[in-house]
């Protein structure tokens, strides 16, 4: 057992913060937070004064604090090796030009574990303890993507990525034939599940059409049913850009909403990349099913044509996270991400065509806080994915970051150390890399910063 003791901060709703002011936190040896005792319990002075000198006892230091670690709901691993350049065209033009010969180098596993060893260490060093990987269309990497993540020590969920529509996908990066994509998926689950039983803080397998453009309707139908065969995850793209929206109008009839849900794709543990343009009737599908969106804003203003409804779609009661979207979003930081969801809602809620009169601007009731961004970075995620993640509170995983504000070369400026809101939003507006200490996940320190002043 591990004991913890300091300042934390967890959301308690989707608008407001729990703020633990010197609670101790017992993580038992399977890494779940068993008990939360606060100062105001009658047992607390026993506790520490019977613990507080055992090795296992971890004390903060004045200006420092736990927050959840982050859950990153999108992420393709292989783009890392991209990230930050290559944003200069749309969607359909960027998967063709940059993306695709990119991701076909993962064929060679030595390439593969150099970019996934250090984009799995990056996500770490940056507070994400949960990541929602796309891999590619390799089946030896994507399991090897999975393994680094075991041993790196963070929960990752990996999928294996499905692309074999002949017309659509170039010969030198698609699955050779149906049948074989579904039998690489298959046996790609099978190992994950395999590795899984010995990772602590748990790998699982992702069934991950690509998007609808890039499938057969064989393989959409197949890929449902292994998901149902083996109770997986799903992950794929929705409704991301015009164009993407409107291919499968124009294919199917009908939105990806329903085209997914056709194939058995929406459900619990499904999760949806975009999904900027669900209607009315696509967004009770999602409820109906339990399908979660991956909100991907700064990806969205280089290649979604809008900003999401996060603020309507949150308060329709739909689960929703963020995700980096690597590299369609740059950043490997959901840092940056939260900070980002706070402004793209305040751009659709005013609008941004400064010729239009105030009232026709924008989108009104858009707006959400940065208690809200933060939220979703954390026990949103947590909800879209069906496990105990994202909130430091009894019953979930010690899966958190600590914050270090007192950073000698770069310390926050907190001035008024009794406002604890005032120091959460400075954390959330202000934190890079170097502040994070020391990232734990599921009762494991994963990772220590390693240039100490
Ligand atoms: N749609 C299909 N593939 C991709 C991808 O790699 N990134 C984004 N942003 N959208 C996609
Ligand atoms: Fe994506």
Same mark, same amino acid.
């Given at each position: 057992m591990h004991i913890f003791h300091g300042t934390a901060f967890s959301s308690k709703s989707k608008t407001e913060i729990d703020i633990l002011e010197n609670h101790i936190f017992c993580v038992d040896a399977n890494g779940m937070i068993e008990k939360i005792i606060s100062p105001k319990d009658a047992e607390y002075q026993e506790f520490l004064d019977s613990?507080?000198?055992?090795?296992?006892?971890?004390? =903060?230091?004045?200006?420092?604090?736990?927050?959840?670690? @982050?859950?990153?709901?999108?992420? &393709?691993?292989?783009?890392?090796? +991209?990230?930050?350049?290559? =944003? %200069?065209?749309?969607?359909?033009?960027?998967?063709?030009?940059?993306?695709?010969?990119?991701?076909?180098?993962?064929? %060679?596993?030595?390439?593969?574990? /150099?970019?996934?060893?250090?984009?799995?260490?990056?996500?770490?060093?940056?507070?994400?303890?949960?990541?929602?990987?796309?891999?590619?269309?390799?089946?030896?990497?994507?399991?090897?993507?999975?393994?680094?993540?075991?041993?790196?020590?963070?929960?990752?969920?990996?999928?294996?990525?499905?692309? *074999?529509?002949?017309?659509?996908?170039? %010969?030198?990066?698609? *699955?050779?034939?149906?049948?074989?994509?579904?039998?690489?998926?298959?046996?790609?689950?099978?190992?994950? /599940?395999?590795?899984?039983?010995?990772?602590? +803080?748990?790998?699982?397998?992702?069934?991950?059409?690509?998007?609808?453009?890039?499938?057969?309707?064989?393989? =959409? /139908?197949?890929?449902?049913?292994?998901?149902? /065969?083996?109770?997986?995850?799903?992950?794929? &793209?929705?409704?991301?850009?015009?164009?993407?929206? +409107?291919?499968?109008?124009?294919?199917?009839?009908?939105?990806?909403?329903?085209? =997914?849900?056709? @194939?058995?794709?929406?459900? %619990?543990?499904?999760?949806?990349?975009?999904?900027?343009?669900?209607?009315?009737?696509?967004?009770?599908?999602?409820?109906?099913?339990?399908?979660?969106?991956? &909100?991907?804003?700064?990806?969205n203003a280089y290649f979604a044509n809008s900003a999401l409804p996060l603020k309507a779609f949150s308060e329709k009661g739909m689960e929703i996270g963020l995700g980096s979207d690597i590299s369609g979003g740059f950043s490997p930081s959901l840092f940056d991400n939260v900070r980002q969801a706070v402004i793209s809602s305040r751009m659709l809620e005013d609008g941004v065509n400064p010729s239009l009169e105030a009232e026709h601007r924008g989108v009104p009731n858009s707006r959400i806080t940065i208690n809200e961004a933060f939220y979703f970075a954390t026990a949103g995620g947590g909800e879209s994915l069906s496990l105990p993640i994202g909130k430091i509170a009894e019953g979930y995983t010690w899966d958190v970051q600590i914050i270090d504000t007192q950073l000698k070369t770069a310390p926050l400026p907190i001035f008024n150390a009794e406002d604890f809101i005032d120091t959460f939003q400075k954390i959330m507006y202000l934190t890079r890399p170097e502040h994070i200490r020391e990232v734990w996940v599921q009762g494991e320190k994963v990772h220590q910063r390693t240039n100490e002043v």
């Open positions: 613990y507080q000198h055992d090795e296992n006892f971890h004390r =903060l230091d004045e200006g420092t604090f736990f927050l959840p670690g @982050f859950i990153d709901l999108h992420v &393709h691993a292989a783009q890392w090796a +991209q990230s930050g350049t290559a =944003l %200069d065209l749309p969607l359909y033009d960027w998967l063709n030009t940059y993306t695709f010969p990119i991701e076909s180098k993962f064929a %060679d596993l030595d390439f593969a574990q /150099k970019v996934y060893t250090q984009v799995v260490k990056q996500l770490l060093a940056n507070g994400t303890t949960t990541a929602l990987y796309f891999a590619t269309i390799h089946k030896e990497a994507s399991v090897l993507l999975a393994e680094i993540c075991a041993e790196k020590g963070q929960r990752g969920l990996v999928g294996k990525v499905v692309m *074999d529509d002949h017309e659509q996908n170039p %010969d030198y990066y698609r *699955d050779a034939t149906t049948k074989d994509a579904l039998a690489d998926t298959e046996q790609f689950i099978i190992d994950v /599940k395999e590795l899984a039983k010995d990772v602590k +803080q748990g790998v699982y397998p992702v069934v991950t059409p690509r998007f609808i453009p890039s499938c057969t309707d064989e393989s =959409l /139908k197949g890929l449902g049913e292994l998901a149902a /065969k083996y109770d997986t995850h799903i992950q794929s &793209h929705c409704s991301e850009s015009d164009w993407a929206h +409107q291919y499968v109008k124009d294919r199917f009839g009908k939105n990806d909403a329903f085209a =997914l849900h056709d @194939f058995g794709l929406l459900q %619990d543990k499904a999760v949806m990349a975009h999904s900027n343009f669900l209607e009315e009737a696509d967004q009770d599908l999602f409820i109906q099913t339990g399908t979660a969106v991956a &909100h991907c804003l700064i990806s």
